[in-house]
Every structure is written in C-alpha cells, then in structure tokens.
C-alpha cells in the first residue's frame, strides 16, 4: 500500500533533521576532545579515504573549500595528515592520516558509538537493520542518479565521460 504524499512530502526534511540533531547530539558528546563537528567529519572521511583529493573531501564534508584548507592546515600542524602531491595534477594535493592522529579517531570512534547507540536504543536489533538496509537503498539510488545528470551535464557540453573515481577514461 502506498504511503500518503503528503507524508511522503517530508521525507527531505526529516532525513536532513534527523541529520542535524544527531550531529548536535554528537557534539555535545565530544566536547572533550576539543574537535569540531566539521573536524571530525573531516577525520572520518579521511580515515576511510585515504589519498582523497582536498576538492573531492571539501564535497563529502559539505565545506566551503576555504574553510576547509583552514581546518586541514591546523590538522597539518598538528601532525594529524600530511599533504602529498598528486601524481596525476600538480595543482592538486592527496590527503593521508598520519600515525598520530590514530589515537583522536580511536577516542572519536568510540564517542560515535555510544552517541549511536543513545539516539538508536528507541529501535529492535532488526529495525535497526531495517533502517540501514533502506538508507542504504536511498542512498545508491540518490549517488545513481547524481551520476547519471553529472554524465547528462558533461555530455551537453561536450566534455568527455568519467570513470568511477572521478577522472578522464
């Protein structure tokens, strides 16, 4: 049966609300590790991307590119990343952990979970799964379509297609 469009209607706004509480129930979390949300996002991405372009984290992170040189420049500082040059672009620069950043994500990570598990202890084991499984779905169908008017959009102004990692073929 299918469900009302009006219900359907909010589908956007509660995804992006459900979003910013967590993320403010996060924070409140995390206040002792003297991090940012945006700080963290950007640890997160970049535990999992290794080598990723500053470009390419800037849209993941949604940071204005300015912003987040700031935040990488004082990550760099730190001795949390290091940038290395692009083997491909001179211009560009790829984004690696360093060791002595592992010890913030380990503290990071286990502020995510107990954040996690607060805000998710309201559902069952399997609706939980449940909950996964259909974002999961949303979001390969929301990346396909980016992909596909990304291709679109290239292929009207007569630019060549990409590969999957987001370079020339």
């Known amino acids: 049966m299918p469900m009302p469009a009006d219900r359907l209607r909010n589908l956007g706004f509660l995804i992006r609300d459900v ?17 940012t949300l945006a700080q963290c996002k950007v640890l997160a991405h970049l535990s999992r991307n290794e080598g990723i372009s500053q470009a390419r984290l ?7 590119p300015m ?8 990550m760099q500082q730190d001795h949390w990343l290091e940038r290395r040059p692009d083997p491909t672009d001179r211009r560009a620069h790829r984004l690696f952990l360093r060791e ?6 380990a503290r990071m990570w286990k502020i995510a ?19 996964l499984e ?4 949303l979001h390969e169908q929301l990346q396909s379509l980016d992909a596909r008017t990304n291709e679109a959009r290239r292929s009207a102004h007569g630019q060549p297609a990409l590969a999957a990692d987001g370079r020339g073929k």
Request: overall charge negative.
């Open 58 to 64: 800037a849209e993941l992170t949604e940071t204005d």
């Open 100 to 105: 002595e950043a592992k010890p913030v994500l």
């Open 19 to 35: 979003s910013r509480l967590y993320g403010r129930h996060f924070e409140r979390r995390a206040r002792d590790l003297e991090l």
């Open 134 to 137: 259909l974002l999961g779905r």
């Open 67 to 74: 912003t987040l040189v700031r935040t990488l420049d004082r």
């Open 113 to 131: 979970d107990q954040a996690r598990g607060e805000a998710i202890c309201v559902l069952s084991a399997q609706e939980c799964q449940q909950l």
